[in-house]
């Protein structure tokens, strides 16, 4: 079974730009969630999509936003691109079955986004 | 918000000595889990605690979850080179995501 596949690995823009991600959960996974990784915040959860709905959003500005489709691929967005927006941005797949529940999460490689 | 403190932030260790990571809540969990990132990697699971009091162990790795539910630890015997990187516990506080803690990176002195 093919793992999570994101893409592309490595991304380069300037500040004002925008960028759009791109993630392909496990087969079977309808949960996709999307997380941030800087070195001196580690890993900050930015959403989390189930059947094309957002169920969860943490704590990024509104410039920062995503979109599930009905395949369960994920896409997520950045616009206006700041330089605080460098860093590894990790998508993870889970079944997503139930609030709570002990799912674990496989991550994609993720995408090295720097912005100049 | 609900969040779960990781100590220490790292670690420096002789190859062959023992380390232990620490996760910490101020509620109850559920269950926890344990994450692995080599350098340059993406995170890997590597095991779910459920039970107050588990332990569970992985070759030279014992998991730890505490009696009340709201604490749990990571001791790694006999280091190697194999297990740097950076370990993450994580929870979910019933809010549709998992909220890692900060990390504790460690390194191997051969």
């Known amino acids: 079974k093919a793992g999570v596949t994101q893409t592309p690995r490595y991304l380069i823009k300037t500040r004002g730009q925008q960028v759009t991600l791109s993630c392909s959960p496990i087969?079977?996974?309808?949960?996709v969630s999307w997380y941030q990784q800087t070195p001196g915040q580690g890993l900050q959860f930015l959403f989390e999509?189930?059947?094309?709905?957002?169920?969860n959003k943490g704590n990024f500005p509104g410039r920062f936003s995503g979109r599930q489709f009905s395949n369960s691929r994920s896409e997520m967005n950045v616009s206006t691109l700041e330089l605080g927006d460098s860093a590894l941005y990790l998508c993870a797949s889970s079944l997503g079955r139930r609030l709570g529940t002990n799912e674990k999460l496989f991550f994609g490689s993720g995408t090295q986004l720097s912005v100049l | 918000g609900q969040q779960v403190m990781q100590i220490p932030q790292y670690q420096h260790v002789q190859e062959g000595e023992d380390f232990t990571t620490y996760c910490n809540s101020s509620t109850t969990l559920s269950n926890i889990q344990w994450y692995k990132q080599r350098p340059g990697g993406h995170p890997v699971f590597l095991i779910q605690?459920?039970?107050?009091?588990e332990v569970k162990k992985q070759k030279r790795l014992t998991f730890q979850f505490g009696e009340a539910k709201k604490n749990s630890s990571l001791h790694i015997t006999a280091t190697q080179t194999t297990d740097v990187g950076t370990y993450f516990c994580?929870?979910?506080?019933?809010?549709?995501?998992?909220?890692f803690g900060a990390g504790t990176t460690v390194t191997v002195r051969a």
């Open positions: 994580a929870v979910n506080f019933n809010d549709y995501k998992l909220s």
């Open positions: 087969s079977g996974h309808r949960s």
């Open positions: 999509y189930f059947s094309e709905t957002q169920r």
């Open positions: 605690l459920v039970k107050s009091g």
